[in-house]
């Protein structure tokens, strides 16, 4: 059975949506996969709660309480590590996860470490996605699954919704439209993903 890990940050809406149609879709039968765990880089991260009462191992790794980029990188590999199983290497998600990764972590998972950015990349990688689409006057948003290289929103893209901006549109408006399309392609992405590995 090959385990998921889903790192966290804050409330947890996209890991909540991997965790409960990984249950509807039984991707432990179809898939030989299930979401084993749930890391936040911040104790009072909302998406705990779920994780916790879907019965999943949860963990909190405190970023400050280290001196470096470095060394939180190599505690939450360790932490990871532990879901490794035989001829199953851990698959590791990315969900609303606000850190900017080590070149050394990205590389030790690479092709098994996945994230969700709220744009339709190769535009507007980094911060502030949805007002930099608007004030562009660009006429759709949307969202992409990649895996992730060492350049910050890059690497091969699995999977992309696209949304449109409505006349009139806010940030926040545009986000909230965005991430109703994050819940069902981010899954999906994965799943698919999943079925490739097991055929090869």
């Given at each position: ?123 507007f990688p980094g911060l502030h996605t949805h007002q930099r689409a608007i004030d562009a006057g660009c006429q759709v948003a949307g969202a992409t699954v990649h895996q992730v290289t060492a350049e910050l929103d890059h690497g091969p893209i699995l999977a992309q919704a696209v ?38």
């Amino acid at each position: 059975m090959k385990n998921i890990v889903i790192l966290i940050s804050g409330g947890g809406s996209n890991m909540a949506a991997i965790v409960k149609t990984a249950q509807s879709q039984d991707w432990a039968g179809r898939h030989g996969a299930r979401v084993a765990a749930v890391i936040s880089n911040k104790a009072d991260a909302k998406g705990l709660l779920f994780a916790r009462e879907q019965g999943l191992d949860t963990q909190v790794l405190d970023h400050k309480a280290y001196a470096s980029r470095e060394a939180f990188d190599a505690a939450l590999t360790a932490c990871i590590d532990r879901y490794d199983v035989p001829g199953a290497p851990v698959l590791v998600v990315l969900a609303g996860f606000m850190r900017i990764l080590t070149p050394g972590f990205v590389n030790h998972y690479a092709g098994r470490l996945l994230n969700i950015h709220p744009s339709l990349l190769p535009a507007f990688p980094g911060l502030h996605t949805h007002q930099r689409a608007i004030d562009a006057g660009c006429q759709v948003a949307g969202a992409t699954v990649h895996q992730v290289t060492a350049e910050l929103d890059h690497g091969p893209i699995l999977a992309q919704a696209v949304v449109p901006i409505l006349p009139g549109d806010s940030a926040d408006a545009l986000a909230a439209r965005v991430l109703t399309q994050e819940h069902l392609i981010y899954p999906r992405a994965i799943a698919q993903l999943l079925q490739k590995n097991r055929q090869n």
